[in-house]
Nanobody
Framework: QVQLVESGGGFVQPGGSLRLSCAAFGFAAKDHAVTWFRQAPGKEREGISCITAGDGSTKYADSVKGRFTISKDNAKNTVYLQMNSLKPEDTAVYYC?????????????????WGQGTQVTVSS
């Protein structure tokens, strides 16, 4: 059974850092792309970063490029999102998801498997 479990969210001051984890069960993260999404109150869910299968190529939304880094540990079957220089506008529930595809898929269509989400709050 495919399952994704996020952890690592919390409360942080502007400029701070957090590392989110996405533990994968029932499939091999090394063979499937995993995407991080976020949804702020009153806003649509948006994809912010993705890591492909194989060589682990990465993609980032402009809003997080240069501040966030996605990576994966194949031995632990876990995908990470290192978030630095956090801003209040990064406040959202963060989700990881997979379409069980090799490459990253744009948009929300095709993502059949989602984690439960983890709250990130950036505030002074």
């Amino acid at each position: 059974q495919v399952q994704l479990v996020e952890s690592g969210g919390g409360f942080v001051q502007p400029g701070g850092s957090l590392r989110l984890s996405c533990a994968a069960f029932g499939f091999a993260a090394k063979d499937h792309a995993v995407t991080w999404f976020r949804q702020a109150p009153g806003k649509e869910r948006e994809g912010i970063s993705c890591i492909t299968a194989g060589d682990g190529s990465t993609k980032y939304a402009d809003s997080v490029k240069g501040r966030f880094t996605i990576s994966k540990d194949n031995a632990k079957n876990t995908v990470y999102l290192q978030m630095n220089s956090l801003k209040p506008e990064d406040t959202a529930v963060y989700y990881c998801a997979t379409a069980l595809a090799w490459m990253c898929i744009p948009g929300l269509e095709g993502y059949d498997y989602w984690g439960q989400g983890t709250q990130v709050t950036v505030s002074s």
